[in-house]
C-alpha cells in the first residue's frame, strides 16, 4: 500500500475514492446477482436440451439398434448434411452471447422403396438429434461466457468491499487524527509564541 500524505488535500481524495467506490459496488452487487441468475437459467436450458435429447432417443429404441448396421450407418450418413447453423447474439446479464437461431439441412435423395420403412423416422430423429447438439454447443458457450463474467464481476465486488472500501476509511481515519493532532500542535505553538511574546514585552 502507498504511503499517503496527512494533508487536506490528500483527506480530500481518499474522500472522493469513497464515494466513488460506495456508488459503483451496489452496480457492481446487482451486476453479480443478475450474472448469478442469467448463469441458473442456462444451467435449465442445457437440462433441458439434454433431457430433450435422451427422451428423443428413448422414442426411437425402437430402431435406434438399426445404426449398429452398417448399411444403416453409411446411408444416414450419406443422406443428411448439415447446411448450415443460423446464430445470432444477444445482450444477457450485461454480456454478449451467442444465441441458437436455426439448423438447415441438405437431405438427399433415396429410394423409399429399396430402404427399410424405419429410414423417413430415423432422418427426421438424427436432424432433431443433432439439431439439439448444436443447439447445446451454443448453451455451453453462453454458460462459459457468463461464468466469466461472474467471476470478474465477483473479483471487482471483493476488491471494493474487502480492499478499496476499508481501505479509504482507514486512510481518513489516519489522516483526520494526523491533521487534529497537527491543529491541537499548533495550536499548542501558538499559545506558547504568544505567551513568550506577552513575557518579552512585559
Known sequence: MAKIKMTKTELKAQQDALKQFMRFLPMLQLKKQQLQMEIRKSQARLRENEEAAEALRKNIVS?????????????????????????GTANIGGVQVPVFNSITFNIKEYDLVMEDSWIDDGVEAVKKIIELDEAHKIIEEQFRLLSRELKTTSQRVNLFEKIKIPECRENIRTIRIAIGNNDTAGVARSKIAKRKSQEAAA
Request: charged fraction near 20%; charge should be negative.
Open 63 to 87: 430402431w435406434i439398434s438399426l445404426f449398429s448396421d452398417e448399411h444403416a450407418v453409411k446411408l444416414l450418413s450419406s443422406i443428411i448434411e448439415v447446411a448450415s447453423v443460423e446464430t
